[in-house]
């Protein structure tokens, strides 16, 4: 059995050998290193008015940032100062940040020719205004032109396989957490190089490529042109995804985030994943697809393999639905998460918004465990990721960490340190971050020589606003605070490799995340891990001020400093606070926290995803295999033979007669029903209830030749008990009133864009019919936003739109069939005299039913049976497979009349 780990990047690329490589870096001899001392690493700033007092004192000889060699020079090299990371080690930050996709020199560079994302335009004035003033840092986009010649180049070059320096480092720490852990064995990435390709098509290089990749490393390379990954990755991705995940509504004129030509690239793309899987795929192998770059996999792969097991898990937030709801492909994006047999997100928060989004637009019903489609039960989870502190534990050994120790040591004597590595977007709130230090100096005089803001942020691939308005901050600050011996920000406008990362971890007396909103923030565990004093006992515990809008706030209990990043007061306060915070407060907090961090491992979160996944798809599975027997007459002749007190609880509409028109007073007495109705109850052990979902008074016509016949109207909200004249109501009626006030109106304004429908008012609930409507297909999809509208606008009133046959059903949530089923049971109990005291108050309990809503009634009775409060329960179900019934029975109705009339005759 294999588990397909599915996500947009693989943790291994390639990198090529080019011929001519001019740059410097490259370009050092072994003689040249020897000689040479080693360089610090280049500090980018965007202020060029002060040295930085990050260069090291000549001393102290930081080590140098490690760099593989490629042995020839790159002609390709970009002029802007580009630089690349080469990670040296397997492990990296859990949350990396990602490169822009064809960047780096030695890979080929995209073919694709759509037109750089619209924000380039938009800020191209800033960007114009930026350069004029001659701030270095930010980057002209990369030209996209390339030659034949660059093709031959890559085609003939010699290659090797490295580390990738994108994609999700949590998932790939947690991966191999797992597997050395012993918790995975058998496993296969799928994913994309995260490079541009179409240099190498139809070259053997790309076949070599492919085959060492599964053969040494077992991944399954996914292809797709550069100009599909473009689209996807850069525009659908990263300009309609992403922010709205986030809750940032592109609402720009230019905007297209209602609808946009790149999401044809994104289905191409989740169809070139969904086909290298079902490729590779075998019976009894586990396909577990990671994040929002790949939401419409498993609906993809389901159509094609309806048997396999498929996990989800979205690493990124999930919104509100009112956010979700702006996206034009709503619905797609939905269908295809729901291909999936367990869906998993961080935190409850977003599982919550799922489940309620995927009501809403899709009328499906939700349940705290997850969504019920119409063939299948889709699990919903929350499980939140965590770091790998047993390799974190053995990376921060290393030398090149205590050398950079030393170094910061050294260097930042007497001060006190906040810092943070963010991914320069604006979700990321580093720019408020900025202004909250900024703040904090402004307010605390006393404070000024003595912090420092290490700040280092990653290019999110192009230059936006977002780079001119942050430089301009940072500006700002050192331009009004610095002097000869303090500069009170370091930013960093570039990544820092794993050793420096640890080193500005463990040295730090602050770490500060202000994103706006974020899945989780592992930078946050990492530092708390690193804060145990171990390998720099000078400073431990320091104190941590998080955004509370990150999924791992809710883990934290608030033993973090919680901030909203948007109240820059609260955010300077929670700065001072963390520096003058007593040492013991410091341990207290943060020995909280460091127990959190450790519990919730990558590993644990891995292996718990994957468990859970096996227990949900077997018992989804085993309710789809499960063979329902047939309703054995002799069995239930014999039960009912030997019962006094039997009780009947049999559903109407597509059990005792066949489906009436909709909306209409049924005009015919189904007379055999009545008559075996009749002929049941001339029997006094026999008490029979009817359950529908129509009106109080279409029972009481229909059944008023059926005395002594007892009945549940309305889904169970209106009960009239065996000889009674009377209804009661048992749902409560000022509720009901007041729910129906908000939806009439909605119904009516969808009522009047679609000609041909109706609305149906029962006592309990609403009905807006469509199945006669004039335009069938526009109707449903009125009828849908409907039920959307209704949802969203009764959130809160204990009410639901469903999509039923032909229509949306609005109904109270708290009384169903089954709390009248209950009822009834319920009252024969209390009418038992003390004599029968130790008597079971009904022996005998038959439940038939064919609808959704019976289920429940099935589900319940059942349960009674198996804690023996009623001797033999028989639940039956008309011709659904995939039932919670015991038995079920194909003849339709006049099976069920055969049946019953068997029964009664028997007497
Ligand atoms: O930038 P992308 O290539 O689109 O990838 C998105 C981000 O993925 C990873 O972060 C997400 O997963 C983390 C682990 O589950 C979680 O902590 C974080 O909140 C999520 O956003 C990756 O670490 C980021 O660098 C990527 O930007």
């Not at 797992?178 to 390709?197: C, N």
Request: with cysteine; proline share 5%.
């Amino acid at each position: 059995m294999t588990v397909f780990i599915c996500s947009l990047f693989l943790p291994k690329t390639v990198q090529f050998n080019l011929p001519g490589n001019s740059r410097r870096r490259h370009t050092l001899s072994k003689r040249q290193k020897a000689f040479e001392p080693p360089k610090p690493p280049p500090v980018v700033s965007t202020v060029d008015v002060q040295p930085s007092l990050f260069t090291p004192r000549p001393d102290i000889t930081p080590p140098h940032t490690p760099v593989d060699e490629p042995t020839s020079p790159d002609p390709f090299a970009n002029e802007d100062g580009f630089r690349i990371h080469f990670p040296h080690s397997d492990n990296s930050p859990a949350d990396k940040g990602s490169k822009s996709w064809g960047g780096r020199a030695d890979q080929p560079k995209s073919r694709a020719s759509t037109p750089p994302p619209a924000d380039i335009f938009e800020s191209s004035r800033t960007l114009q205004k930026a350069t004029e003033m001659g701030r270095r840092g930010i980057v002209k986009p990369r030209s996209l032109i390339r030659s034949e010649s660059h093709d031959k180049v890559f085609a003939s070059a010699s290659w090797r396989v490295i580390n990738a320096d994108q994609g999700n480092g949590g998932l790939r720490n947690a991966a191999m957490a797992a597997a050395r852990d012993g918790k995975l064995s058998d496993y296969t990435w799928v994913g994309t190089l995260g490079m541009p390709t179409d240099a190498l098509e139809g070259t053997q290089q790309k076949q070599d490529i492919e085959d060492t990749l599964a053969t040494e490393h077992d991944m399954l390379a996914v292809f797709c042109s550069d100009k599909d990954f473009d689209g996807h990755y850069s525009h659908f991705c990263k300009q309609m995804l992403w922010p709205v995940f986030h809750y940032q509504i592109p609402d720009n004129p230019k905007s297209k985030a209602y609808e946009d030509h790149s999401w044809k690239y994104y289905v191409k793309v989740n169809q070139a994943f969904a086909d290298k899987i079902v490729q590779n795929w075998k019976r009894g192998d586990v396909i577990w697809i990671h994040d929002y770059h790949l939401l419409l996999v498993p609906g993809m792969i389901r159509k094609k393999l309806p048997e396999a097991k498929i996990g989800f898990f979205l690493h990124v937030a999930f919104p509100s639905s009112e956010v979700f709801r702006c996206l034009a492909v709503r619905k797609e994006l939905l269908e295809g998460m729901l291909g999936a047999n367990l869906i998993g997100f961080q935190i409850q928060e977003y599982t919550r918004h799922f489940l309620l989004t995927c009501s809403r637009i899709l009328t499906v019903e939700a349940t705290p465990e997850g969504l019920q489609l119409e063939d299948r039960f889709v699990e919903v989870v929350h499980n939140a990721i965590g770091i790998d502190p047993v390799s974190l534990n053995k990376h921060r050994e290393e030398t090149e960490v205590k050398k950079w120790l030393a170094v910061m040591q050294e260097r930042y004597q007497g001060k006190r340190l906040i810092v943070a590595r963010d991914k320069l977007d604006h979700v990321r709130g580093v720019r408020q971050k900025l202004l909250a230090y900024e703040l904090f100096l402004n307010k605390n005089p006393e404070w000024r020589e003595n912090t420092v803001l290490i700040q280092v942020a990653l290019s999110s691939g192009e230059p936006t606003e977002l780079d001119a308005a942050v430089s301009d901050i940072v500006t700002r600050v050192n331009s009004s605070w610095a002097n000869l011996a303090y500069q009170p920000v370091v930013y960093l406008k570039q990544d820092i490799d794993y050793a420096q990362y640890l080193a500005l971890l463990s040295i730090a007396d602050a770490l500060m995340i202000t994103s706006q909103r974020e899945g989780m923030n592992l930078t946050s565990h990492e530092y708390l891990f690193c804060q145990d004093g171990k390998i720099f006992p000078d400073k431990k515990h320091g104190s941590l001020i998080l955004s509370e809008f990150t999924g791992t706030s809710s883990l934290f209990g608030k033993n973090e400093l919680s901030v909203n990043p948007w109240d820059y007061r609260q955010c300077a306060d929670a700065i001072k606070q963390a520096l003058e915070m007593s040492q013991e407060e410091k341990t207290r907090r943060w020995e909280k926290l460091y127990q959190c961090v450790v519990h919730q491992t990558g590993s644990h979160w891995f292996t718990e995803f994957l468990s859970h996944l096996d227990r949900s798809y077997e018992e989804q599975h085993k309710r789809d295999q499960t063979y329902v027997p047939r309703l054995s007459m002799s069995s239930v002749s014999a039960k009912y033979a030997n019962a006094q007190r039997r009780l009947f609880i049999l559903d109407y509409e597509g059990t005792l007669v066949s489906w009436g028109p909709v909306n209409q007073i049924i005009p015919v007495s189904p007379q055999r029903t009545l008559d075996v109705l009749n002929d049941l109850l001339l029997d006094e052990r026999n008490t029979v209830y009817v359950m529908s979902g129509r009106r109080p008074e279409e029972l009481d016509r229909v059944f008023r030749r059926v005395p002594n016949l007892g009945l549940i109207a309305e889904n169970g909200c209106f009960l009239k008990d065996c000889g009674k004249e009377e209804w009661v109501e048992m749902a409560d009626a000022s509720q009901i009133t007041n729910w129906k006030e908000s939806v009439k109106p909605i119904m009516q304004y969808y009522l009047e864009r679609t000609p041909g429908a109706q609305i149906e008012e029962r006592r309990c609930s609403l009905l807006f019919h469509y199945n006669n409507a004039e335009d069938y297909e526009s109707a449903s999809r009125q009828a849908s936003d409907c039920a959307s509208h209704v949802n969203d606008a009764c959130e809160s009133q204990r009410v639901h739109a469903l999509a039923v046959d032909g229509a949306i059903l609005v109904e109270p949530l708290d009384w169903t069939k089954c709390t009248a089923a209950q009822r009834v049971f319920e009252q024969l109990g209390e009418h038992m005299n003390s004599d029968q005291a130790h008597e079971q108050p009904v022996d005998f309990l038959m439940v038939v039913g064919d609808g959704r809503e019976d289920e429940k009634v099935f589900k319940w009775a059942n349960s009674l049976g198996s804690q023996k409060q009623i001797k033999d329960v028989i639940t039956v179900s008309l011709g659904s497979r995939n039932t919670e019934a015991a038995a079920t029975l194909t003849q339709g109705v006049s099976g069920v009349l055969n049946c019953l009339q068997r029964l009664a005759s028997s007497s």
